[in-house]
């Protein structure tokens, strides 16, 4: 008696369904929203040989604290105690998930639908089951295909969706409780012809040239490493606001060559004309020819690392190179730095090594840089 007492305080709409109390039915209250449950007790009312059963709300709340309510089903003395217990698990879930939140109202569901119909249905490329989360298609004036992923509030459209897209800088959408999906697909073409040259800039890049890394650019990235030689290339940060302007550059290679391509790129920084294309500046600056997809292969310059023995190590590729030029041997910055840290033969100061070539034995330096996030 008492213990129904306590579990109607408790949870009084959780009631049983017959005279023996084995069965019980009804809601367990979790930050002011009603979740189905029903308990179902054998006849020695045992709790570690009982079953929940949920509603779905509630099973996704759950989802990944089963061993854990398992483990409370074992040890709760009472029913009571374990209600209590489940309480305090469903609490910590619905914190960690944010799955209680409010459920949009009906009028959410049809303006969503009637915008997504004034904007066009082939322009949508993906809904979720929740009607929350969509991703749209963008074609700029070039042909380029492009995505924004829109993440809509309860409260839409009073409240600003969060919207992300694979570009250079960050997506600045302007928005008004009277905004709608057309407003935001609008702003997106906007911001994709504004990036037109950019685009053109690596296009022309990406097409004429070896791009040793990214391997597989996205739309986002500002950096090219192109491929001028044997273990030499140059690493471009393009400016988007900018892109025909003098770009950002850095060698890479030994020493013997980087030096000559390097004085050349100081000597000669002014003759950069913003008419022309950045790759012809290039050529022009740097007084050489591009190996491009025309007349070299790739596997010309990607030569893999001589203490690993590949060419990619998760995303590097071997950029650092002996000094030697009898003996040029590439290798990762990770490989080489292990490397040398494990010859007792090496020097260390903070984070830079200096060493012996594991192939020629000729003096060799590598610093280990932190990479970005």
Same mark, same amino acid.
């Given at each position: 008696?008492?213990?129904?007492?306590?579990?109607?305080?408790?949870?009084?709409?959780?009631?049983?369904?017959?005279?023996?109390?084995?069965?019980?039915? /009804?809601?367990?209250?979790?930050?002011?929203?009603?979740?189905?449950?029903?308990?179902?007790?054998?006849?020695?009312?045992?709790?570690?040989?009982?079953?929940?059963?949920?509603? %779905?709300?509630?099973?996704?709340?759950?989802? /990944?604290?089963?061993?854990?309510?398992?483990?409370? *089903?074992?040890?709760?003395?009472?029913?009571?105690?374990?209600?209590?217990?489940?309480?305090?698990?469903?609490?910590?879930?619905?914190?960690?998930? +944010?799955?209680?939140?409010?459920?949009?109202?009906?009028?959410?569901?049809?303006?969503?639908?009637?915008?997504?119909?004034?904007? +066009? &249905?082939?322009? !949508?490329?993906?809904?979720?089951?929740?009607?929350?989360? !969509?991703?749209?298609?963008?074609?700029?004036? =070039? /042909?380029?295909?492009?995505?924004?992923? !829109?993440?809509?509030?309860?409260?839409?459209?009073? @409240?600003?969706? #969060? $919207? =992300?897209?694979? *570009?250079?800088?960050?997506?600045?959408?302007? &928005?008004?409780?009277?905004?709608?999906?057309?407003?935001?697909?609008?702003?997106?073409?906007?911001?994709?012809?504004?990036?037109?040259?950019? %685009?053109?800039?690596?296009?022309?890049?990406?097409?004429?040239?070896?791009?040793?890394?990214?391997?597989?650019?996205?739309?986002?990235?500002?950096?090219?490493?192109?491929?001028?030689?044997?273990?030499?290339?140059?690493?471009?940060?393009?400016?988007?606001?900018?892109?025909?302007?003098?770009? #950002?550059?850095?060698?890479? +290679?030994?020493?013997?060559?980087?030096?000559? !391509?390097?004085?050349?790129?100081?000597?000669?920084?002014?003759?950069?004309?913003?008419?022309?294309?950045?790759?012809?500046?290039?050529?022009?600056?740097?007084?050489?020819?591009?190996?491009?997809?025309?007349?070299? @292969?790739?596997?010309?310059?990607?030569?893999?690392?001589?203490?690993?023995?590949?060419?990619?190590?998760?995303?590097?590729?071997?950029?650092?190179?002996?000094?030697?030029?009898? $003996?040029?041997?590439?290798?990762?910055?990770?490989?080489?730095?292990?490397? *040398?840290?494990?010859?007792?033969?090496?020097?260390? =100061?903070?984070?830079?090594?200096?060493?012996?070539?594991?192939?020629?034995?000729?003096?060799?330096?590598?610093?280990?840089?932190?990479?970005?996030?």
């Amino acid at each position: 008696m008492a213990e129904s007492y306590l579990l109607l305080q408790e949870s009084p709409l959780l009631l049983p369904l017959n005279k023996e109390k084995t069965i019980y039915d /009804g809601f367990i209250t979790v930050q002011e929203k009603d979740f189905r449950i029903r308990i179902l007790l054998p006849p020695d009312r045992q709790l570690k040989n009982s079953k929940l059963q949920c509603c %779905w709300r509630l099973k996704q709340l759950l989802h /990944g604290y089963q061993h854990v309510i398992k483990k409370r *089903l074992q040890h709760s003395t009472d029913l009571v105690s374990f209600i209590l217990e489940l309480k305090t698990v469903l609490e910590v879930a619905a914190k960690r998930r +944010g799955a209680c939140q409010t459920v949009p109202p009906p009028q959410y569901y049809c303006r969503l639908i009637g915008e997504i119909g004034s904007l +066009g &249905w082939d322009k !949508l490329l993906f809904m979720d089951a929740e009607l929350r989360s !969509l991703k749209l298609r963008a074609q700029d004036s =070039s /042909g380029r295909q492009h995505v924004i992923a !829109l993440k809509l509030k309860s409260k839409h459209p009073a @409240e600003a969706p #969060e $919207c =992300s897209a694979d *570009l250079p800088a960050p997506l600045n959408i302007t &928005w008004t409780p009277q905004s709608s999906l057309l407003n935001v697909h609008t702003q997106f073409l906007s911001t994709l012809e504004s990036l037109q040259e950019f %685009w053109e800039v690596l296009d022309e890049i990406d097409e004429k040239t070896w791009v040793l890394e990214p391997e597989n650019p996205p739309r986002g990235a500002t950096m090219r490493r192109i491929a001028i030689g044997n273990n030499v290339s140059i690493k471009l940060e393009i400016d988007s606001r900018h892109p025909k302007m003098l770009p #950002e550059c850095c060698l890479l +290679g030994a020493e013997h060559v980087v030096t000559p !391509l390097r004085s050349k790129l100081n000597a000669n920084m002014h003759l950069w004309n913003p008419e022309c294309s950045v790759l012809q500046n290039l050529k022009d600056v740097l007084e050489i020819e591009f190996p491009s997809p025309t007349t070299h @292969e790739k596997s010309s310059f990607s030569m893999e690392c001589g203490i690993c023995y590949s060419y990619r190590l998760d995303s590097a590729i071997p950029d650092q190179v002996c000094s030697d030029p009898r $003996c040029g041997q590439p290798f990762h910055q990770a490989c080489l730095y292990e490397w *040398l840290r494990s010859l007792p033969s090496s020097r260390q =100061s903070f984070n830079t090594i200096f060493g012996e070539c594991p192939y020629c034995s000729k003096p060799v330096t590598v610093k280990m840089t932190l990479q970005k996030p």
